[in-house]
């Protein structure tokens, strides 16, 4: 049997307190439940004062004003943000908002159409001057996204072409969703398994001395 | 028979959660030793990866946290191995806010320390956390010293012999990203669409589906899809490697290898579940049309 | 100082114009709505207009662009504590007035002031929040480690347990529909591990035929992702990102305010 240090022990008892909620709900599990939550909270308290305002904002600034000067602007704009809670002049905290949402939309318009919908409907363009096997497993593909993409269309309502269309696309999205639903599995097993493998061989096992 | 399947399906759900439990912690206490399958996304990133020269730098994003490190964090890892067993110098970053920079710290304690020759700020460097994802994306591809001007612990870039001549992620041959949730798309959307540095991504398995829109389109290098992503890559590194292969044979730590016999266990009764729980529906519904 | 012409527009039409639009607002609470969607304008349209403009002042080194992207990697860092003042709020008042549940907010309090209070030490002392030069931690990366990624771990394993019974308690196959999505998803659980050999293990003369059973498996799989699979994401990704591209549009434009409060007849 060998020591397990103090971090260990408290980090198994936060696991088991957690998992305590399979069998009910209780007074341990909310414990945990409200620690974890406040300590992500200070955790990005912690990241952002240091690893971003720090070395961003404040940093620059005194180092160099004169060539960072304009920083001063960010910095109040990340604290008008905090101006909406105060309510006769969270209006003003409209402008950080406005600001910082818009930029992102604008970030967002061209990382959607260059990286998302181009790319993807270029993949649709296929050349049929060779027929080859892989061309007909192309057309399956193609066939599936325009089939989901007509699915999608509501905005107005489906005739005799669109809705067998549609159908298909539903087909396409419902064969999607069940392989999804097989990698999700696989995907939250896997969370267990690492849980368990901490408790069983970095906790359980030294502390009864069999590693 | 279907009386007794029809209690044993409408049994309280606490004896399946026990059985859940028991289904995966039996292959940590008994290792069954399940082989692994490679496909063709995990193949890719790995050759990609061993065409790489002594010397090139690669861009390794942390953008996961806790909750999916069981499966990202093997991948992290077996890349990390990967680029300092070939001498690839690695730009280590995290852009997940919620635990990604302590990951990043932890695993490259962790493996750093199996390849003492590896020094930090010349063969490697841990630029931390930064906040804005797409933001800091931008900034990335004209100028890295304008997003991160110091390194983890505050020391300025211009310090580092792997950060001379590096300037923008241009640079850089390759950018690896394991991810959970949208940071790991905005590699592949954002910076590979408008710079042109080709991503490996390493997603979690709930978000892998999603990304073979992008390895169709030819946006992608290659994905690690989740732990049996990482089980694949392990074992190409394994068959690449032989001192690797020893390692990952003999090592105590957790590998994606390992916790695949737990994933494949629980499947199984999940799967025998399924099956069971849709004949008793059958037998229910012809038993109303009969009535 | 330096008064490139890309940051001097900048600060005019980020700090002056909200200054000037802040002081007209108290005047006249109308335009406390309209300046900010001006500004929205220019913060949406800066980083679109940049790709095609390749002049110095909009997006060269020291252009608009780029040292607006440096400011809201700033701003974004405020921005991600926002969600801090709200929860400070709900729980105070949950403590003041011992509504049920309150010694839970205690808890909550406390954790967040002592690891944000430790996250500010580490910021004020140059201690940072990682390891300290002699390889210990500090105490901020031990709540970290021992608590907090033990704690997210833990809470986000339990979806294994709900998520396994979820399945087997309502995964029918009423219609055609839920048919092909539990097939699907059969052939993928089962061709994603090695089912098959594990199943096989106990028999030798079956481990053959289960590794080439397997092996076909799994090509099924990878061909329902690459193919089915994939045609749906793609569909699915277009027409999301069509969606989020008209939403940009609006949000730009000023069509859409429901972000800053507004409603439409705001």
Redesign the interface.
Known sequence: MHFVGF??W???L??LF??S??YKDNPFF?????????????????????????P??VDPMVQDF??????V???????M??VR?VPKIG??S?????????????????R??QG??LP??A??MLPLSSLQATTL?SL??????????V??FFSKEQNAVTKPLARL??????????????????G??A??I??LN?LILNWIYPTIGLQ | MPGLLHRF?ALD?RW??LL??LS?AGPIIFP?G????V??STQKSFDYIEALKPGDIVWLSFDY??????ENDPMAEAFLRQCLLKKVRVVVTALY???G???A??CL?RITAEYPDAKYGVDYINLGY????T??M??LG??IS??FPTD???RPLSEFPIMRGLKSIRDVKLVFTAATGLIGEYWITQVHS?IGTPVIIGPTAVSA??Y??F???GQLVGMLGGM?GAAEYELLLSRGHPELASLYRSTKGFTATKG?DG?????????L??VL??IA??QERAKKARA | ??FDLG?VT??AL??IV?IV??AL?MRAPAL??K???L???F??????VS?YIPKDFMSG?SGM???????????????????????L?VNNRKINRREP?WP??V??????????????Y??IS?Q????LPDGSSTP??????????????????????F???A???A????N???T???????????G????L???A?PFPPLQPSA?AA??GL?KAT?W???????????????????G??S???R??LGIERG???LGKGD
């Open positions: 971090g260990t408290l980090a198994a936060l696991t957690a998992f909620f399979l909310r414990f945990a439940e409200s620690l974890f939550a406040g300590v992500s909270l200070g955790y990005y308290v912690g990241i952002t004062l240091n690893q971003t305002l720090l961003n904002l004169g060539h960072n000067w304009d920083l602007v960010p910095g109040l704009l990340g604290l943000l905090y809670a209006w003003v409209r402008y950080a908002l406005a600001i910082f949402v818009a930029y992102y939309i604008g970030v967002d318009f061209t959607r159409i998302e919908v993807q409907i993949r649709t497993v399956i593909f193609i066939v599936g996204v325009y089939s989901v993409l699915y999608f696309g539903i087909w396409f999205l419902m064969i999607s969703f069940g392989a999804a639903f097989g990698f999700t599995v696989m939250r097993v969370l267990l690492g849980r901490f | 399906l759900r399946i959660f859940v439990l995966v069954v399940l082989p692994v399958t496909t063709e946290g806790p909750s999916s490190a069981p806010p919620l635990g920079l302590g990951l710290n932890q304690a930064k906040d804005g994802a933001a800091v931008r900034r004209d100028d304008a997003a983890v612990s505050g408008q589906p999603k073979y829109a390895i169709n389109s049996k695949m994933q494949t266990v629980l499947h199984g009764f999940i799967l579940f399924i729980g849709n529906f059958f | 100082m330096n940051r900048l600060v980020f700090a909200p639009g802040i607002g406390r709505s300046i900010p969607v500004v929205a304008f913060a949406g349209l800066i980083p679109i790709l080194d662009s780029p040292r607006l992207d440096q400011w809201l990697i700033i701003v974004a860092a405020f921005a991600l504590l926002l969600g801090i003042t709200n929860v709020s549940g839970y907010a808890v909550l309090l406390t954790g967040l002031l002592v690891t944000g209070g430790l996250g500010i580490g910021a140059k940072g929040i990682g390891l901020f990366n031990w709540i970290t480690v021992y608590v907090f990624q033990s704690l997210q771990s833990t809470i986000f394993a339990l979806l294994a347990f998520m396994a019974s399945a087997v308690r995964f029918r196959a009423r055609t529909e839920a092909i999505l539990l097939i699907a998803g059969g052939i993928v659980m089962a994603r591990v090695p089912l050999e594990f199943l293990a590794a397997s092996q799994g990878e329902i992702m690459n193919i089915p699979n994939g045609a749906a994401q793609s569909g699915i990704i277009i027409g999301a990102a069509l989020g591209a939403m940009a549009i949000v730009i972000y800053l409060g």
